[in-house]
């Protein structure tokens, strides 16, 4: 075996030398674009690790390979790159899934790079042995096991193919140890990946594409939903373009939010469960929905069955298994949204929807009556009035990493996402824990942006131990912990569904300003509504990360809400003696919090 | 607008796949996660190296046939999928039935054979063994006129099904790229 003594691939040498698997490896992701991965080493990947060192690769060491596979995943959704995670057999791959499921549902282009034990020891229970390309098969867009050392630059670059092109998703590569360790003679084949059943693109036929222009202007109450697809065909542009050509009105999916400007006139925000009451509405009342870029989740949809009984509905889709799954459309159009797009709008025409725009504005006056966003200071801390102020103060430009739960919710009701890329979430999965491990993949993929990690209590503890991650690497993201005490999505659902029986709801946590000060980082905290401003000014002008402990009321909700199943209108509204007149008298279910030593 | 869906038929699908280890376990995976129920799956080689065949058959309505194909279609080593139901097709299945025969009673078990057009292929001083090539049918046929001797064991291939004429190009070439949903419209 020659020693490795090859350079780091800026000039890759154009005749093949002998190397081993590990350093092709590395020679490979560098040419693909690669210079930061997330992983944890381990035994079988080892020899990988090993070689690292010779290339142009920043290695961020995780505290827990979840962390490492959301990290990747928040990575790729500021890039738009493919994000990169590693770890080792067994235990460290397993630990991988969740995250892997995450970047599935959300379709986020992820390639999760796994050791495996040697191919002799297959089936044989080896020590850190685990089948993860069987464990991942559901929850991989494809994976791919190496044992050969002439494999391994072929299975990343269709790896990469597959994970970015089409509708994303993350790509499992598991090599051996063996495969690591052995040479073989290697050159970086820039020629592109061909992979015969693998076809991504598909052309709309133009007879498709005239009836979606007919059906647009025959409208007069059209809608048009903007999901997470606009943002990856990188459609925003051209779905402006179409909605001020044609005067429609835009809803938007949790993960679409960003996809359109919310500050335009024909924004209406998110719809769905916790969408606004006049966004939800309006979708039940028109008569044409053009779907872009989504799938119908049961989160957006409600009951099915009366879901918009009068629109006819475009779905415009990259998948053609999303077409008819949820809902039944009239015209699909299965392809690019953006090509799609640009195809329809030169040629369309506004309907008469003058009344339809006239009636969704009118709907919009609704809000201010029933919602907590024009309360006057109380003395208590509403998570809204927290998640509104940093939306000022940030000048809505932020990154927003969001955890899981009524925080999210809040998250997308009252920061204002003009850029598509600058909301992070976990959408399809609901994975709490997500939120600092995916700031930090953030973080890495734009180093100048301001990043803010939104929170729960909850949520923050699943993965709060990457906050070691933050301070070994030296970065600097915003943390807002939304403290209320309680699992609170789970609370809310406990306080309409089951009784008021707050079973394994109520949480104690740690101080989280001394948590931060254990990791040498600052800790903060703010109890009332003139706090927030404080600390969010003192956070921002700090150079390393900051945790702030904001005490927000507890047994607050998320309104409105259309439970689960439930007709899209029917939405559960907050009391109007509650938006009124804040809750003063505040009752509390929960000992732990009110025990507090700051309280 | 809310519409029911089509009743469920038993469909018949062919798709080209790759000859790859683990191909047959991740469409396998595919049919379990999305809850569709194989009723019948035969997997074999084709004349193309490198190329293996699958017929499978689902209980399915049309909505769901689309949605099968199209699940099928994103797959990496899928290279082709069709649904042949509504299309004229050839559909077989083969059945090797061990029937309990004395020599006095093997002339009636062969008349029977000769009336299926089965053929038989093994014969012992206790037992004959007759083979069957058919639709499920005539399968159900064959099993019911051996019964009364005593079947001893049975075993029954997938069944496999090809397209009549010249229809099912798709089918036919490993790389047809025919779209699953742009007919729905």
């Known amino acids: 075996m020659e020693p490795a003594k090859k350079a780091p691939s800026e000039t890759p040498s154009p005749t093949p030398s002998v190397i081993p698997g590990s350093e092709i490896l590395w020679d490979t992701l560098v040419h693909l674009g690669v210079d930061t991965v997330f992983g944890y080493p381990g035994g079988a990947i080892m020899p990988a690790y090993d070689s690292m060192i010779k290339y142009p690769i920043h290695h961020v060491l995780v505290r827990h390979e979840q962390g490492a596979a959301h990290m990747a995943d928040g990575y790729a959704r500021v890039s738009g790159k493919v994000g990169v995670c590693v770890a080792t057999s067994g235990p460290g791959a397993t630990n991988l899934v969740t995250g892997i499921a995450n970047a599935m549902m959300d379709s986020v282009p992820m390639v999760a790079i796994t050791g495996q034990v040697p191919s002799g020891l297959i089936g044989s229970d080896a020590f850190q042995e685990t089948d993860i390309t069987g464990v991942t098969l559901p929850i991989t867009k494809h994976n791919i096991v190496v044992s050969r050392p002439e494999d391994i630059s072929p299975a990343l670059k269709e790896a990469f193919y597959i994970a970015k092109s089409g509708r994303p998703g993350p790509v499992v590569v598991d090599i051996t140890k063996d495969a690591q360790q052995k040479s073989c003679h290697y050159a970086y084949d820039p020629s592109p990946v061909v992979l015969p059943g693998y076809r991504p693109a598909r052309a709309v036929p133009n007879a498709e594409i005239q009836r979606a222009i007919a059906m647009i202007a025959e409208a007069e109450r059209p809608i048009l939903f903007c999901g997470h697809g606009v943002i990856w065909s990188g459609a925003s542009q051209v779905l402006q373009e179409l909605v001020e050509k044609a005067d429609i009105p835009v809803a938007c999916t949790l993960l679409g939010l960003g996809g359109f400007p919310a500050s335009h006139p024909r924004a209406l925000g998110m719809m769905g469960m916790h969408g606004e009451a006049w966004v939800n509405r309006a979708v039940q009342e028109s008569d044409l929905v053009i779907a872009v870029g989504m799938r119908f989740d049961d989160r957006v949809t409600g009951n099915l069955k009366t879901y918009t009984p009068h629109a006819k509905k475009i779905h415009i889709e990259l998948d053609p298994a999303e077409i008819n799954k949820n809902v039944r459309v009239d015209l699909p159009l299965v392809g690019d949204a953006c090509e799609i797009l640009h195809q329809i709008v030169p040629h369309v025409r506004r309907g008469k929807v003058d009344a339809w725009l006239q009636h969704v504005a009118a709907l919009r006056g609704d809000r201010a009556v029933i919602d907590i966003r024009d309360l006057p200071d109380n003395g208590k801390l509403y998570a809204a009035h927290v998640i509104m102020d940093l939306w000022k103060m940030t000048d809505g430009k932020a990154i927003v990493v969001t955890d899981v739960g009524q925080h999210q919710m809040w998250e997308t009701q009252y920061y204002k996402h003009d850029f598509a890329r600058r909301l992070v979430t976990s959408g399809g999965l609901g994975t709490m824990g997500f939120a600092l491990p995916a700031a930090i993949g953030a973080k890495f993929a734009d180093p100048s942006a301001e990043v803010w990690v939104i929170a729960g209590d909850g949520g923050f503890q699943m993965t709060a131990a990457e906050l070691s991650t933050i301070a070994q690497e030296d970065i600097k993201v915003n943390v807002a912990i939304i403290n209320n005490g309680f699992l609170g999505m789970v609370r809310q659902w406990q306080q309409f569904f089951y009784g008021g029986r707050y079973v394994a709801t109520p949480m104690r946590s740690p101080d989280f300003v001394k948590l931060a000060d254990a990791h040498g980082l600052l800790g903060l905290r703010a109890t009332n509504r003139q706090e927030v401003a404080e600390v969010v000014a003192k956070a921002r002008a700090h150079s390393g990360t900051v945790v702030i402990d904001f005490r927000v009321v507890q047994e607050d909700s998320v309104y409105p809400m259309v439970p689960s199943g439930a007709d899209l209108h029917d939405m559960i509204r907050r009391p109007a003696t509650e938006a009124a007149a804040a809750p003063a008298a505040e009752t509390s279910h929960n000992p732990i919090f009110e025990t507090g030593e700051d309280e | ?185």
């Open chain 2, 1 to 185: 607008m809310f519409t029911p869906a089509s009743t469920p038929i038993l469909r018949t699908f062919v798709a080209y796949v790759e000859d790859k280890p683990g191909v047959l376990n991740r469409i396998a995976s595919l049919f379990r996660r999305r809850n569709y129920n194989i009723v019948s799956l035969n997997v074999g080689r084709t004349h193309e190296p490198g190329i293996s065949r699958m017929t499978f058959q689902v209980e399915a309505d049309r909505d769901m046939a689309l949605r099968i194909e199209a699940n099928l279609y994103k797959m990496v080593n899928v290279l082709s999928i069709e649904d042949l139901s509504e299309t004229q097709r050839v559909v077989r299945d083969l059945a090797l039935i061990k029937v309990q025969v004395q020599p006095p009673r093997r002339s009636e078990v062969l008349d029977l054979v000769q009336i299926f057009r089965a053929r038989a292929v093994d014969v012992s001083p206790e037992t004959m063994m007759v083979e069957i090539t058919g639709d499920q049918g005539k399968i159900e046929g064959m099993v019911a006129a051996l019964r009364p001797f005593g079947i001893l064991e049975m075993v029954q291939s997938g069944t496999v099904a090809m397209s009549r004429g010249s229809q099912g190009e798709a089918a036919r070439s490993a790389h047809g790229a025919r779209s699953p949903v742009s007919s729905v419209a």
